[in-house]
């Protein structure tokens, strides 16, 4: 049967009767009364009728896609080399596909190579955060570039370092960074340079565009440095703390794949999806250890359904225990195992396109942030 016959019984139905009826149900209440406005200007509506939805949302939500596959990740904060490697081989056994270690100061190349022990790179991916000076993260770069050289593989190595390059640069470490950008000829599949989503701080849209006018000034710089745009750009990696407005989040990601894939086409490159790690903002844990279960699932699926690469769900006594325990952090695991092998919605590429109002949310922050891109840039 075709769609057209599938139909026909259901004639169309215009958008002043569907308001009407609407108004009817809510006893007097208006239908602009249900908008959700997230910042000035931009009203958003819970029901969207035809009439008022995009036919299709442009960007590379669905190109080049087979799946909607992401990276099981785990955020391991102890410092202690040995201790480190522990919970990476606990991780790796539970199902982890990339192991996220974040350092407070410096390790040597002898500490990279006791928490790596035994670890196989070309299989999983690693992600090293240092919350030092800009001194201890150049240091502990180095150092790992060191081991990484001297016991892998380039080929199908996949490390990504969260630089925070704005930083380097006013800390006059631009050569530094220049010479970072290069570690990705070395290994291909790496990623250098991290810029982080402001969640709360700013205004949704705000958010999104404040990360391309960010990526833009530190490509700039590195370009009077020496370093090819594309090299830049494509060592530029995104962190996503992600709340609690389901809707508003999946929308949010899904906007800033098309605004990445702009920003690739007014630098002259191929678009694709902007590579995105998400992770629970810790703002939004409650103290009740329960309760965290039970957000960090809603906060997941917004990530997973808007097409992160790798997904973090934090311990849900994280508050109580910096490490979590074994039992929360297995719990934090399984969470993704579940989305991905029941909820198969790592098969599905795109799950949200078709929804008119997640469709709709998506246009209008992606607009709104492109203009305010637009009219930002120098």
């Not at 410096?106 to 928490?115: G, I, M, N, P």
């Not at 279960?293 to 934090?314: D, E, P």
């Not at 910096?322 to 198969?344: C, P």
């Amino acid at each position: 049967m075709s769609t057209a016959q599938l139909f026909s019984a259901f004639p169309p139905v215009s958008f002043e009767t569907w308001k009407a009826k609407l108004e009817a149900e809510l006893r007097g209440k208006s239908f602009e009364s249900l908008f959700t406005e997230p910042e000035p200007g931009l009203r958003m509506s819970p029901y969207i009728h035809p009439d008022l939805g995009p036919k299709e949302v442009p960007g590379p939500l669905n190109q080049g896609r087979s799946d909607n596959n992401w990276a099981v990740t785990v955020q391991i904060l102890s410092a202690d080399p040995v201790q480190a490697h522990g919970l990476a081989m606990e991780a790796l056994t539970g199902g982890a596909e990339c192991i996220w270690i974040v350092l407070p100061h410096r390790w040597e190349v002898a500490d990279f190579a006791l928490f790596l022990k035994g670890i196989h790179l070309d299989m999983i991916q690693l992600q090293v955060t240092c919350t030092g000076s800009v001194a201890d993260q150049w240091h502990n770069f180095e150092a790992l570039q060191t081991h990484l050289t001297s016991s892998y593989p380039a080929a199908g190595l996949s490390v990504l370092w969260g630089i925070d390059a704005l930083q380097w640069i006013q800390a006059g470490y631009i050569d530094q960074l220049a010479d970072s950008c290069r570690f990705c000829n070395i290994f291909p599949g790496s990623k250098i340079m991290a810029f982080s989503r402001t969640d709360g701080i700013l205004t949704p849209t705000r958010q999104l565009a404040t990360l391309l006018l960010q990526a833009e000034e530190v490509t700039r710089v590195l370009h009077r440095a020496g370093v090819d745009p594309a090299l830049s750009i494509g060592a530029m990696h995104f962190f996503w703390p992600s709340g609690r407005d389901f809707f508003l989040e999946l929308a949010s990601i899904r906007a800033f794949h098309i605004l990445w894939a702009n920003y690739l086409q007014a630098r002259g490159m191929a678009p694709q999806q902007a590579p995105i790690t998400a992770f629970q903002n810790p703002d939004s844990l409650d103290l009740d250890s329960y309760q965290n279960m039970i957000t960090a699932s809603t906060q997941s699926m917004s990530a997973v359904m808007g097409g992160v690469q790798r997904l973090l769900v934090l311990p849900s006594d994280i508050r109580e225990n910096l490490d979590g325990t074994e039992f929360s952090r297995r719990v934090a695991r399984n969470l993704q195992h579940v989305l991905r092998y029941e909820a198969f919605l790592d098969k599905v590429v795109d799950p949200a396109a078709g929804s008119r109002l997640v469709e709709q949310w998506t246009a209008q922050i992606a607009q709104t942030a492109w203009q305010f891109f637009q009219e930002s840039v120098d």
